[in-house]
C-alpha cells in the first residue's frame, strides 16, 4: 500500500465520519456524549488534595 493509498483511506474515512455527523439521529449524539468529560474526569479538585500536592513538593 503505497503513501497515495494511504491517504486515500483517510480522506474516505473522514468523509464517512462527516457525513455521520451531519446525519440526524444517535450516531452524533453519542459521539458527542462520548467525547464529553465523565464525571470522574473533573478538572476541580478538593481544597485538600491541592494542599496535600503543595505539601508534597515542599
Known amino acids: ?8 483511506d483517510k480522506a ?6 462527516a457525513r455521520q455527523a451531519q ?16 464525571p470522574q474526569d473533573s478538572p476541580q479538585r478538593s481544597f485538600d488534595d491541592i494542599r496535600d500536592e503543595l505539601d508534597d513538593r515542599t
Not at 474516505?12 to 465520519?17: L, N
Not at 440526524?24 to 465523565?38: L, T, V
Open 23 to 38: 446525519k440526524p439521529g444517535k450516531g452524533a449524539r453519542d459521539e458527542r456524549s462520548a467525547r464529553a468529560p465523565q
Open 12 to 17: 474516505q474515512q473522514i468523509e464517512e465520519k
Open 1 to 8: 500500500m503505497g503513501i497515495k493509498d494511504q491517504f486515500q
